[in-house]
């Protein structure tokens, strides 16, 4: 009997699910048709995004696996199913964590370990309210009105 695209998918899936939760994860499934996670695993509490790809053969090292760019921005790894076989390839060497952006926080992926804001634009307003409060503890008589 042969699969079509959309079985093979489900069941690399439940594949990709079974096998992160041999590995420790914690395990979520996106239960929407669309969306640019596929799996969530959650280990040692940190969270990972997977993309899980149905392959016939192993690709080069370096390949994307099909990633798009929204899913690259989002630290999204993709996770191969090899007939019952799986791997992650890009697999962070540090792992990425889930932060609350110090400014306005939103929780974004940082990128690196010492990353605080979720943006430039965060990172400059809270640096211009830094040297906002030191302007006023070093002026005790300067009136600062807020708006």
Request: proline letters at 5%; glycine letters at 8%.
């Amino acid at each position: 009997m042969t699969e079509n695209k959309s079985q093979k998918g489900a069941a690399s899936e439940l594949i990709a699910c079974a096998w992160l939760l041999e590995r420790g994860y914690q395990v979520f499934r996106n239960v929407c048709v669309t969306g640019i996670i596929d799996v969530v695993g959650i280990k040692d509490g940190k969270t990972f995004f997977f993309d899980v790809k149905t392959r016939s053969t192993r690709p080069l090292p370096g390949d994307p696996g099909g990633l798009s760019a929204a899913q690259i921005r989002s630290g999204v790894l993709p996770l191969f199913v090899i007939g019952s076989e799986c791997y992650i390839e890009g697999a962070p060497t540090k792992i990425r964590e889930t932060i609350a952006c110090c400014e306005c926080a939103k929780v974004f992926v940082a990128r690196r370990l010492s990353q605080k804001y979720c943006s430039n634009k965060c990172a400059a307003n809270a640096t211009r309210a830094q040297k906002l409060q030191e302007t006023v503890r070093a002026n005790p008589l300067l009136k600062v009105h807020w708006p």
